[in-house]
């Protein structure tokens, strides 16, 4: 039974850093991919970035794309979210969720069996 809780978010001011943690337990070995999301109020939840477990490959999105780093310890139990030059309009709340099949459409959260409770990030002006 796969667990997911997130730490790490709170408030910053635009420019600055916070790193997210997504602690992992009952990590299945099928387990596929370990992604971060987020959500703004009165939005769509939207793929952030994605780490696959089998090659280590990362892919994110558009938005965040040499500003967010994702990584993870050397036994998985913890994966990470560098966020550097933090902008208002990644002011959301931040999921880290994992699935146990194929890697494709990474950004599609129905994807993801598994999710955490989330932890919010604002970033002001």
């Known amino acids: 039974h796969v667990q997911l809780a997130e730490s790490g978010g709170g408030s910053v001011q635009a420019g600055g850093s916070l790193r997210l943690s997504c602690a992992v337990t009952?990590?299945?070995?099928?387990?596929?991919?370990m992604a971060w999301f987020r959500q703004a109020p009165d939005q769509e939840r939207e793929g952030v970035a994605v780490m696959f477990k089998l090659t280590g490959g990362t892919d994110y999105s558009d938005s965040v794309k040499g500003r967010f780093t994702i990584s993870r310890s050397d036994d998985w139990n913890t994966v990470y979210l560098q966020m550097d030059k933090l902008k208002p309009e990644d002011t959301a709340m931040y999921y880290c969720?994992?699935?146990?099949?194929?890697?494709?459409?990474?950004?599609?959260?129905?994807?993801?069996?598994?999710w955490g409770q989330g932890t919010r990030v604002t970033v002001s002006s």
């Open positions: 009952g990590f299945p070995e099928t387990t596929r991919s």
């Open positions: 969720a994992a699935r146990g099949r194929g890697e494709t459409n990474w950004y599609d959260p129905q994807q993801y069996p598994y």
